[in-house]
């Protein structure tokens, strides 16, 4: 088992839904995140609420998989359309979608209100 925490920044995404017979009738999501190379680095695989889904792992190209049902779409696409800063965060068979305080791009600076009129 991986005892290593691994984590990996989120700058965009593609979402794709499937009909008919595709991947054995459980998955009808996948959304695909990309980091700030815009590179793929991850799935998150939306199975049926009544499927048993695997466990969350990374491939041996060093790709995230996240399994989730299909209930949980909605948060998870309300995360990534905010302007915060969102991570993958991968621990022991355990994939973590972080969303954090900070807006994605934009540091925190200290600003001078007394100028203001």
């Known amino acids: 088992m991986n005892e290593e925490i691994t984590k990996i920044e989120i700058l965009s995404y593609t979402v794709a839904f499937y009909g008919g017979k595709g991947f054995q009738d459980k998955i009808r999501v996948i959304i695909s995140l990309y980091d700030n190379q815009t590179k ?19 491939d041996g190209n060093g790709m ?11 948060d998870i696409i309300h995360s990534l359309r905010s302007n915060r800063a969102i991570s993958l965060i991968y621990y022991q068979e355990v994939a973590m979608l972080c969303e954090f305080a900070e ?13 203001i009129n």
Do not use: H
């Open 40 to 58: 793929l680095v991850a799935f998150i695989r939306f199975y049926n609420d009544d499927e048993k889904t695997e466990k969350d792992f990374i």
């Open 64 to 74: 995230f998989i996240m399994n989730v049902p299909n209930s949980s779409y909605l």
């Open 103 to 115: 807006p994605r791009g934009i540091p925190t600076q200290n600003i001078d209100t007394s100028k």
